[in-house]
């Protein structure tokens, strides 16, 4: 039996469904003690064709699925530089695109660094561009123009 969960177009029932992640992570140290991370993930969500589903076409599939998660099939790419220095000073910028849909895309940028040993400031920026092809926004069509700053600062007890 379905179970209604709570989504952005309100409660529905989900579907049988996969979802898989897979992902890599590479990291390496240069001379000057700096690191680099580059981070790569890929997720994508695969709908069960049988039931209500199993004389949907390809694109109905592919929309169904799009409407269960905010990022399926979207991959995303980051990298972090930490200068490993006294402050730990560290700048991370990532990119989400998707990948069966056109013009969906998110954009992040962070700098966090040590101000005293026990407080932290942070500051950053998340950009998505991802405007609405259809009567009814799916995936990451739902945080359209949903940008975001932040100053966070944190105290270590």
């Not at 199993?54 to 990298?79: C, M, P």
């Not at 990451?140 to 700053?149: A, D, F």
């Amino acid at each position: 039996e379905d179970v209604a969960v709570a989504t952005v177009n309100g409660a529905v029932t989900q579907p049988d469904h996969n979802e898989v992640a897979v992902g890599f992570e590479k990291q390496w140290d240069l001379d000057n003690g700096h690191g680099h991370n580059i981070y790569m993930e890929l997720q994508s969500l695969f709908l069960e064709k049988s039931g209500d589903f199993a004389n949907l076409t390809e694109k109905e599939v592919r929309d169904k699925e799009q409407e269960l998660s905010i990022y399926q099939r979207d991959l995303f790419i980051g990298h972090r530089w930490v200068l490993n220095d006294i402050k730990s000073r560290e700048f991370l910028t990532y990119v989400i695109g998707d990948i069966q849909r056109s013009k969906e895309f998110a954009f992040g940028f962070s700098y966090s660094q040590l101000l005293t040993r026990k407080w932290k400031l942070s500051a950053g920026l998340r950009l998505i561009d991802a405007p609405v092809k259809e009567a009814a926004p799916v995936g990451l069509e739902h945080q359209h123009n949903n940008h975001r700053t932040f100053i966070q600062l944190t105290r270590f007890f």
